[in-house]
């Protein structure tokens, strides 16, 4: 009975995970779940470079890509949201009237 709970519990989680996935745009939950990955990802770098197992040049340099992806991806998402905030981004995935283009034309 337990193990059905858990699957049913399993299959929820991944059913949603699916859902949101395929959403437009990026939610809170994804943002969390990816600064876990990308921090977890940190922590095996840097504990495998403290154990002394790898402590080559790649592992810096990898540990450096790691820490800049988390940075900028970080990053990209607060001046996003920032823009939102002032209305100069539309995060909602649809057209407003606002950012309606205007048809050019064919000038040649």
């Known amino acids: 009975?337990?193990?059905?709970?858990?699957?049913?519990?399993t299959m929820?989680?991944?059913?949603?995970?699916?859902?949101?996935a395929l959403e437009p745009g990026t939610g809170d939950k994804f943002v969390l779940v990816l600064n876990g990955v990308l921090g977890t990802l940190i922590l095996v770098i840097?504990?495998?470079?403290?154990?002394?197992?790898?402590?080559?040049i790649h592992m810096f340099v990898f540990l450096?890509?790691?820490?800049?992806?988390t940075l900028s991806i970080n990053w990209f998402i607060m001046e996003a949201r920032a823009l939102h905030a002032?209305?100069?981004l539309n995060l909602?995935?649809?057209?407003?009237?606002?950012?309606?283009?205007?048809?050019?034309?064919?000038?040649?």
């Open 12 to 20: 929820g989680l991944l059913a949603d995970a699916i859902k949101s």
């Open 46 to 56: 840097s504990a495998t470079i403290w154990s002394g197992l790898e402590d080559s």
């Open 92 to 108: 909602d995935g649809g057209s407003s009237k606002n950012d309606a283009r205007k048809e050019t034309k064919k000038t040649d």
């Open 86 to 88: 002032e209305g100069k």
């Open 64 to 69: 450096f890509l790691a820490v800049g992806l």
């Open 1 to 9: 009975m337990i193990g059905f709970l858990v699957d049913k519990v």
